[in-house]
């Protein structure tokens, strides 16, 4: 158990809707990250939010939006979902901004867009 | 831009034996570091090993070392002993330098199966 948290496990939804995904970074970890994992895009990171505040981006879609809460946790907005979104998307967390040397991933949820 | 290749898309490995798994990067940076994660069939990434780029040792974890060869660019993971539930999807991944941040690019993987 890495101790990070993801929520939910599995989700599947219609095209063009919109889900949330839930992620509870590690105890004393400051910095959240998004990854997609797909078939055809490999794993790709997507965004990471250290204390509250945006701090890297990667291939995130303009369609896809996350933010970091107070209490640190995460939430990753999908919207306007097509069929190619589907994939198993982790949450990760690390204690610091930058140089870590450990970042733990969540379990994944695993979206399937119908 | 960051790039990691992973050659073998998939491995055999008599049980008991070692095996390497190759990984080869390329960075104009100073500074990275290396990272090797597990992914079994259940689907989690599980944290196995860790090199930075000035550590002049290579990084073990209990039966993992990371045989890490600057000059070449190549962070090529060694398992011993290998077991039957190392059978799983393996990835080695870089992490961008200084203040751009923690973020991971991955390589294809490759995928370890263990023969009993």
Redesign the interface.
């Known amino acids: 158990d890495?101790g990070v948290t993801q929520t939910p496990k599995h989700l599947i939804t219609a095209t063009g809707q919109r889900v949330t995904l839930r992620c509870s970074p590690r105890s004393g970890d400051l910095?959240v990250?998004w990854?997609q994992q797909s078939l055809d895009q490999?794993?790709?990171?997507l965004i990471?939010y250290?204390n509250g505040e945006e701090?890297?981006k990667?291939n995130i879609l303009e369609r896809f939006s996350a933010q970091q809460f107070p209490d640190l946790h995460s939430e990753l907005n999908l919207s306007s979902l097509e069929l190619g979104d589907s994939a198993?998307y982790?949450c990760?967390s690390?204690a610091?901004?930058?140089?870590?040397?450990?970042?733990?991933?969540?379990?994944?949820t695993?979206l399937t867009v119908t | 831009a960051q790039k990691i290749t992973q050659t073998q898309p998939g491995m055999f490995v008599q049980e008991k034996e070692a095996v390497t798994l190759d990984c080869t990067y390329d960075t104009s940076d100073q500074?990275y570091?290396l990272?090797w994660?597990k992914q079994p069939s259940s689907?989690?990434?599980?944290?196995l090993i860790?090199q930075?780029s000035y550590d002049e040792q290579n990084a073990t974890e209990g039966r993992y070392s990371l045989n890490f060869q600057k000059a070449r660019k190549s962070a090529n993971l060694v398992i011993s002993a290998s077991q039957l539930g190392d059978s799983a999807m393996y990835?080695c991944?870089m992490?961008?330098?200084?203040?751009?941040?923690?973020?991971?690019?991955?390589g294809?993987?490759t995928r370890l199966m263990v023969k009993p």
């Open positions: 890495s910095s990250y990854y490999g794993l790709q990171f990471q250290y701090r890297a990667g198993l982790f990760a690390s610091g901004l930058a140089g870590d040397n450990e970042q733990y991933f969540g379990p994944g695993r | 500074s570091g990272f994660y689907g989690e990434m599980i944290f860790y930075g990835f991944a992490r961008d330098s200084g203040n751009a941040g923690n973020m991971l690019t991955f294809g993987g």
